[in-house]
Nanobody, 123 residues
Framework: QVQLVESGGGLVQPGGSLRLSCEASGRTFSRYTMGWFRQAPGKEREFVAAMSWGGSSTYYRDPVKGRFTISRDNAKNTVYLQMNSLKPEDTAVYYC????????????????WGQGTQVTVSS
């Protein structure tokens, strides 16, 4: 089992920045691909970004490329999502998730999920 707890969400103006954190406990964190997903009201949960266990491979959803950066600190069992140039359409609940496999986007490839943290981008 891997337990995931997200933090860092909040209200930010368009163009602003936030950094989300996801702390893991339980099984060896460093062996898992870590991903970030988001779900806006009335919409399906969608992939945002993922990073391989060693950090050598990353993958981003096209709308966030160049604005969001995923990183991880295996010594702290934590994965981060730095979000810059935020837009109102980035408003959603953001979830981190862990997968035992390679960097992938489908939700069903991720076995463990956090409870989510709300990000609201509004003036």
């Amino acid at each position: 089992q891997v337990q995931l707890v997200e933090s860092g969400g909040g209200l930010v103006q368009p163009g602003g920045s936030l950094r989300l954190s996801c702390e893991a406990s339980g099984r060896t964190f460093s062996r898992y691909t870590m991903g970030w997903f988001r779900q806006a009201p009335g919409k399906e949960r969608e992939f945002v970004a993922a990073m391989s266990w060693g950090g050598s491979s990353t993958y981003y959803r096209d709308p966030v490329k160049g604005r969001f950066t995923i990183s991880r600190d295996n010594a702290k069992n934590t994965v981060y999502l730095q979000m810059n140039s935020l837009k109102p359409e980035d408003t959603a609940v953001y979830y981190c998730a862990a997968s035992p496999g390679p960097v992938v986007s489908p939700l069903n490839r991720y076995d463990y999920w956090g409870q989510g943290t709300q990000v609201t981008v509004s003036s």
